[in-house]
């Protein structure tokens, strides 16, 4: 089973920054892919980011693009990726999740964070 354990979500007045943090550990495969996720009041989830254990596939949103920059590292037992959050506005507001997929890769990720809520006041 894995874990995955969020922090650094909160509030900040737009033009600000956060830098989200979500580490997993458990039975964890060398492969992976990590992804965050946004959900807003009365909106549908919207994938934010994503990028593969080796750095590559770096996607992005284009609400996001230039501003949130997604990234990650492993330690012995864990790994982590971050979501850099610069230049936020109020529509940047929502529930943040991060996601972690191993394979056999799918269209859906196998593990979710318990959420977190990022508030951008205007």
């Known amino acids: 089973q894995v874990q995955l354990v969020e922090s650094g979500g909160g509030s900040v007045q737009a033009g600000g920054s956060l830098k989200l943090s979500c580490v997993a550990s458990?039975?964890?495969?060398?492969?992976?892919?990590w992804g965050w996720f946004r959900q807003a009041p009365g909106k549908e989830r919207e994938a934010v980011a994503a990028?593969?254990?080796?750095?590559?596939?770096?996607?992005?949103a284009t609400s996001v693009k230039g501003r949130f920059t997604i990234s990650g590292d492993n330690a012995q037992n864990t790994v982590t990726t971050y979501l850099q959050m610069n230049s936020l506005k109020p529509e940047d507001t929502a529930v943040y999740y991060c996601a972690l997929d191993m394979p056999p890769f799918g269209f859906n990720y196998d593990y979710w964070g318990q959420g977190m809520q990022v508030t951008v006041s205007s």
């Open positions: 458990g039975r964890l495969f060398n492969m992976y892919r």
């Open positions: 990028i593969n254990w080796n750095g590559d596939n770096e996607s992005y």
